[in-house]
């Protein structure tokens, strides 16, 4: 049995991680935390949880935290690096779901974060939850930074075309939407159902923090720079990003791009290359660790337009860092991973 | 392994089916039949699916379909009293999700239905599906009528007081909130995206066919014909039912209620009485098979009013096919039924 | 010209008067404050009122204030009666979209509103603001307490009945549904998209702050003290109240209820009886100042369910008060009303 | 007053028209057509227009439609060709809201639409509905093709870079997203609320009609034959599109694009550039006929975005064709259409 504390669970990718651990065979949750909580059981606060648990949130505290085997950080920028070290030096494995040690370049972090890093050593040793292009590091890794929820749906839909150097690297566009949950649990005006059903909107045209995180990614994906315009979107539902990505091929004759992908992601438990002409819906994975891509070529041109679709919850935050979980205690992959899709 | 075949296979209450039993460890769907889809994957038509089931839909072929230990109706009414007779004849259980053979009263289910019955007798055999009040019928039984989806929500919230016999059994009111994933997945105009959502209305006020189903049940409970107004509203979401179930206590000292519903439902494992003074949200049993109830009495005074919500397409119709199923073929009531709600 | 003046814009009942006010001929509108916005032009904060508007919002000023023929409070309980006593005695008219001086027990009032009353004198002066009862009183009102959301759907719904005294008053249930605006434009959790969406809840069971107004409306209506139980609910959309009103006929025959309604309502511009037979949705009245009511009996019981819809923000609550408005200042009661409602 | 006939009242386009010339003071709709409702009056389909209009469908009639001054077809293509000739020889004006007339190439709309066209000499005389472009032409034309509504937020977003030559005309994408009152009042299972809501999808990737119609107004707006990638998307909500429109300047210094913009659309009374920095939400919009955009440069590189929104049935569909009817008929270009959008 795995020991896992849960630090910062009354945001939406705390609930998520208890929903999905709740019917993990080999986790059982010992500690959450929140400063704001303590003593409420989470069953009171999430409703969808009584009869799964018995345990209330407590106050963070690293001494029954360092009794983890691993904990997970479902926490704002800036908690987990305060924590990371002690508990990484007591032998706990850490999975920070924010994005503390998810940029390399530490003065990079520093000017879109607004904030100064308290342990820049360890960003050096963190590997990035992607188990796509990480799997191997992950299996040791002390410390992981799980990939952020539009950079999971960007990234994977990115990779097959840049790693094979298919694509002008330098005008990469992302156009992604999501779901209001991404925006987190906090009260605020703007994701008021009020404000925010009945609608679109792009927001954080001129620059959105998961910027530095794609290009990085996509940076060693392709090896060399990439020029990328990210535009994220605010949807008018709960859960789901969709990604729609646009490239040109340096050479417009058929590249076998369909196969390319099947073949890519051959492996992979959690990517689904969807047959060719497919249109992946975002409900399509509500609830589920899949990410389902498709590719065009809208009038046979030398425009690429990548589909790809996740639930940023699950694969874009919860489940990825279960999945990651599994990876590094040589667990099944896919164990307490398999839910289907809601539909509808 | 139980073999299992469902009849009606391209409805929500069919997709749903497929969703729950994917990760029950016992069951194997061995046909899926849809005359319309002949030949389609299941996973085709429900890209939830895909990576679930390697199963395509087919006619449907009552030689086929006799090789299965059970088999689900997830059809209209009319279909499963065409196919039972036959089935049942060799030696398969049957459990009929739509309406068939709920009313034991023929010539009232003739009147509701608009249809001659073909098959009477099944109806004098068949157990009414619904565990919390014949679970012990449903173990032998050859053919089961589900509850519907309103009659479940509504029947569990009733019957403690009316077990007990504390209310006026001849002025209850049921007013019920159901989302449209009760309509089916037939296309039709009231029920696109453009005309049900960003709007609530009643519908069937002068009398739906859930009615006479609610009153038989209720009326053996209370072991007396009640008097039930019933108005069904068609609510701006996708799944989940909320019945507000007012009543008039005879006595009007307190009566212990909440304990009352904590005892009757103790042993209840899709039954959760809430704390006193909750208010359940639907969405805590989205995707779950529970009910979840709590009680109160409005200013102290004599009306009591009960509020019960389910997920339709769960509780209301699969999930509770499948725990139905679990009891005929002594497995643990819960397997395969352990899903956390999707919160949010 | 009416030269009028807004306190507390910025909540949706605030936008509302705005967007209406736009459109109405012989309204201008010289003064909207708020405390937190003030030096904002509304259509930095509202753009849909770009072009409509060059007015910014200013701190509360009883000067500028004055200067008003008329002001309406679209404020929380508390603050119209802290400024109206001072802007009525410098003759300006006063119309409270909020609590303050809708019950006239004021002991009852400070008992559900937690709150000591500041001018209960006033309490005696004002003038209800629900047109369909009061429309004289309100010609020559200095202070008018315009009704409440819920409490407008279910007097309209419920008074040709008491009026008349056909049914058991002692008896009456208000199923109440109201859309997410109804909970204003305050940051909270309970409201937000994730939060709201894709769920149905009933809140306030033990007691909500509009059953005493709406008690004591019914209570004048029927001319005796009333028995009623109210519960609302949470639906997920914007706009929008279904009331749903049961009843209990003391002589069950035909009363002609159809035609009791199309008199009693004959010459009221704002409410419309439908057609025997009828389901009125909510987005009927979508953006509208209308009431559509419908009047069932169910299976010719003796029981009467009366339908009741309005947009919560205009004839809930800025409709009406323009409505009002008008009557105040000898105007067409309909000038400035006459949006249809937007469908879909 | 201007007498108005509607082809195909029972639509989503036929209602809008219905709304939007109720408070027009020189326009009576005289005519409104529907085969399958023949009788029926437009507010028995239609309540929010209860009390607005006393008219009932009729069969299309071309004597009838003959006495009008104008004729709205809002009809699906293959229509509007069949009747207008008979209508203009007879001296009507005809406002097509389909698509018959927008493209110029003949053999390409009936590659696009695979159909006969049957009077191509009027798509020669036809003039495209688009006001900021042909205001001049619309003025005295007898037959006009209303621009689509993904073509007016992409062209209206486009037209200022094109014009002047700013940005690369081969490499556009143009990113679309829609609400699925786009796809029509039809009864299909694609747009039920239980398929469309909480999700997000692209569609018709491989080509999509209104790609055709686009690139045709860019080329003429850029004086050469553009290159475009356009994808559309199912947004779940009811109204509104929302353009995201990337492109690559040529001289990647500053342009002054703000004020490029606000001199562009200075004098159209529904074009709103909004201010620098802003990002407009569709809801802005909703039941309003402005387009409103803003115009970005990510991280001050040669990639410009520009953000387009329109509510799809009223400037994308039926408040343009009024607009168009205005400066057909020598009125102000507004009147009608001063309505504010509807915001919450």
Redesign the interface.
């Known amino acids: 049995m795995i020991k896992a504390g849960i630090v910062g669970g009354t945001g939406?990718t705390g609930?998520e991680l208890?929903?999905i651990l709740?019917?993990h065979p080999q986790v059982r949750v010992e500690v959450i935390t929140s400063r704001s909580e303590d003593g409420m059981q989470v069953s009171e606060m999430?409703?969808?949880?009584?009869?799964?648990y018995d345990l209330a949130f407590s106050v963070p505290d690293v001494e029954r935290l360092a009794q983890c085997d691993v904990v997970f950080f479902a926490t704002p920028h800036g908690v987990a690096m305060s924590m990371a070290p002690e508990l990484i030096a007591r032998g706990v494995r850490v999975i920070d779901l924010g994005a503390d040690f998810r940029i390399r370049d530490v003065a990079l972090w520093e000017q879109w974060y607004k904030l100064k890093h308290t342990c820049p050593d360890l960003v050096a040793e963190a590997v990035y939850g992607l188990p796509e292009i990480n799997r191997e590091q992950i299996r040791d890794a002390r410390l992981i930074a799980c990939a952020g929820c539009y950079p999971t749906a960007v990234q994977l839909g990115y990779l097959p075309l840049l790693e094979k150097g298919l694509v002008d690297h330098r005008?990469l566009?992302a156009?992604c939407?999501s779901?209001?949950?991404g925006a987190g649990?906090?009260?605020?005006?703007g994701?008021?159902?009020?404000?925010?059903?009945?609608?679109?909107?792009?927001?954080g045209?001129?620059?959105h923090r998961h910027?530095p995180e794609i290009r990085q990614g996509l940076t060693l994906a392709a090896g060399r720079p990439v020029?990328l315009?990210?535009?994220p979107?605010l949807?008018?539902?709960?859960?789901?990003i969709?990604a729609?990505l646009?490239s040109?091929l340096k050479d417009p004759v058929d590249h076998g791009l369909q196969a390319l992908y099947e073949e890519r992601f051959a492996n992979e438990p959690f990517v689904?290359v969807?047959p060719a002409?497919?249109?992946?819906?975002?409900?399509?994975?509500?609830?589920?660790n899949?990410c389902?891509i498709?590719i065009?070529r809208?009038?046979d041109?030398d425009?690429v337009?990548v589909?790809s679709?996740i639930d940023n919850l699950v694969k874009g935050a919860s489940g990825q860092a279960v999945q990651v979980m599994n990876i590094m205690f040589g667990r099944p992959e896919n164990e307490g991973l398999?839910?289907?899709?809601?539909?509808?």
Chains 1, 2, 3, 4 share one sequence.
């Open positions: 939406y609930v208890l929903r709740a019917n999430f409703p969808n949880l009584r009869g799964h005008r566009v156009d939407k779901g209001a949950s649990r906090g009260a605020s005006v994701t008021l159902l009020c404000e925010a059903s009945e609608s679109v909107k792009a927001y045209v001129p620059g910027l020029g315009t990210f535009v979107h949807m008018p539902m709960i859960r789901g969709h729609t646009y040109v689904d969807m002409g497919s249109h992946p819906e975002t409900r399509s994975v509500k609830g589920s899949m389902r498709s065009h809208p009038q041109d425009t337009v589909l679709v398999q839910q289907v899709a809601m539909l509808p």
